[in-house]
């Protein structure tokens, strides 16, 4: 699809205005290889409110960040490998439409596109990018991905003890291994979930017992060294030191962006946008909107 593309100086000019764009905040995109298939605005649920992000498809990474002016200036650059990101469909509602689940292994969220049609083209496009990388490399698609937040909103209170009140005192925290939206006596452990921290993270209580006891079967088979080394990182859990509980937020000059339609680069003639729509929504999602 985008393979007359590469090393293009159409291609490298459009990479080059991406970098600058995100100026000193962002990372080198330019490398050997690596197409922009296209880029455009899409609505993300965030912790706390739905914000206008500025997403950029590649042939390997999806990139995106907030938009501080837009079409000229963007910060908060997040990069996603695409050999770890599946794609779930979200049926409408009465409040949101056009939505889908972008879910990796260290991070997982909803995105909204402003029709129908860009929500196929995205999709459709991300699909086939993740499908050429992945018989390229020869590596099968992921299976575990990280949690989708539970946005604060859809939480008047502790969704594990169902009691506490949350106010503007008693604050809300997120298990990152399910998603939930907790008090802090309901998350006040920590569990090493090496796929999206190097450090334990906050996890909610029945969590932290499920995988407590997983974690305890899987020592009895391993190795006196490794078994070890895996108690060590339990016994980091309780530490309640390195809490991150930023929500991704970000701040957008003025009110939410007015966008241009997304734009798609590179030879779409072999790429029939129904069928790939299709091929990537085989799961359909009624969930609420999350993160």
Excluded at 5 to 23: K, M, P, Y
Aim: glycine fraction near 6%; include cysteine.
């Amino acid at each position: 699809m985008v393979d007359r593309l590469v090393n293009s100086e159409a291609n490298t000019r459009r990479i080059a205005l991406v970098e600058s764009c995100f100026g000193s905040s962002g990372v080198p995109l330019a490398i050997s290889g690596r197409v922009l298939v296209g880029e455009g605005v899409l609505t993300k649920m965030c912790r706390k409110r739905p914000k206008s992000r500025q997403f950029f498809l590649f042939n390997d990474i999806l990139v995106y960040g907030n938009i501080v002016i837009g079409k000229k200036k963007y910060n908060k650059q997040h990069i996603m490998p695409l050999e770890e990101v599946s794609l779930e469909n979200i049926e409408d509602c009465s409040q949101y439409r056009n939505g889908w689940l972008i879910r990796t292994t260290t991070k997982s969220f909803v995105v909204y596109a402003a029709t129908a049609t860009e929500k196929q083209e995205w999709m459709a496009h991300i699909h086939k990018c993740v499908e050429d990388l992945l018989r390229k490399s020869g590596k099968k698609p992921v299976e575990n991905h990280a949690a989708v937040w539970v946005p604060d909103a859809e939480a008047t209170v502790c969704m594990h003890c169902k009691k506490t009140q949350f106010t503007m005192i008693v604050r809300r925290h997120h298990c990152r291994n399910c998603g939930s939206v907790v008090c802090g006596p309901c998350s006040a452990k920590k569990f090493l979930l090496p796929q999206q921290s190097s450090k334990p993270v906050r996890v909610c209580s029945t969590c932290y017992e499920r995988l407590s006891k997983a974690l305890k079967v899987d020592t009895s088979k391993t190795s006196p060294n490794h078994e070890n080394s895996n108690v060590n990182a339990l016994k980091l859990s309780n530490d309640s030191s390195g809490d991150d509980d930023s929500d991704d937020e970000g701040t957008s000059a003025g009110t939410e962006q007015q966008h241009d339609q997304p734009k798609f680069y590179g030879d779409t003639t072999n790429l029939n946008v129904e069928e790939s729509f299709n091929a990537s929504t085989t799961h359909n999602s009624s969930h609420l909107p999350t993160n």
